[in-house]
């Protein structure tokens, strides 16, 4: 007989995504953005959640939560707020279009600290988590052949501008094969010294 290993309690299995989160009036624009996108070149996959930038994203059973928790919590707590620039359009041929993050290097520099706690967050050799060291906003995902060249035609010539002072990252989780994300937790940066962050190891 075969054990469903979803259905034991704690070895259900999760999807796991760590974000810096725009403040709503960005958020509305891009999502603005990413609507008149969808309806003009019949492609939904980025809507499915709410703009951010995504800095790591994995498969982990869900008792593992409460550990990454604690970790994720004391990289947030030495970590001190940013400003993130956005500015235009970017693409990754020949199926993401998006905006582009300008100010890269405190995000880059996030996902250094993150990378730490990768092994907390490693499943099995087939489920490793997958930092975004490259940072963005995406505005059409998947796109096959003729969406990806329409719209870069159009979008590589148009103008964005915005930033968002980043004092937090969200946790947020589903169940694998869900849609949409829940938030788990939100880390707020804190820039407290080091030492600090060593005996909240600790607690």
Not at 63 to 75: A, G, P, Q, S, T
Request: glycine share 4%; proline share 5%; charged share 25%.
């Amino acid at each position: 007989m075969k054990i469903n290993i979803q259905s034991i309690p704690g070895c259900r299995i999760n999807e796991y995504m760590l974000v810096l989160n725009p403040h709503e009036e960005l958020r509305n624009k891009i999502a603005k953005v990413r609507n008149e996108f969808s309806e003009t070149y019949k492609n939904s996959a980025a809507l499915i959640s709410k703009p951010h930038i995504a800095l790591v994203r994995f498969t982990q059973l869900e008792m593992m939560e409460e550990r990454i928790i604690n970790r994720l919590k004391v990289v947030g707590m030495g970590f001190q707020p940013f400003k993130v620039s956005l500015k235009d359009y970017g693409s990754f041929p020949a199926h993401t279009i998006f905006i582009n993050v300008t100010t890269k290097t405190p995000v880059q520099n996030l996902v250094r600290e993150i990378r730490d706690a990768q092994r907390l967050m490693k499943l099995d050799n087939e489920h490793k988590p997958h930092f975004i060291d490259e940072p963005f906003i995406a505005i059409g995902r998947r796109l096959v052949p003729w969406q990806y060249e329409k719209g870069w035609l159009e979008f590589s010539h148009r103008q964005f501008t915005g930033s968002f002072i980043a004092d937090n990252m969200l946790f947020l989780k589903r169940r694998l094969g869900d849609k949409s994300w829940q938030i788990a937790q939100r880390f707020e940066f804190m820039n407290l010294p080091v030492t600090t962050k060593q005996g909240e190891l600790f607690i």
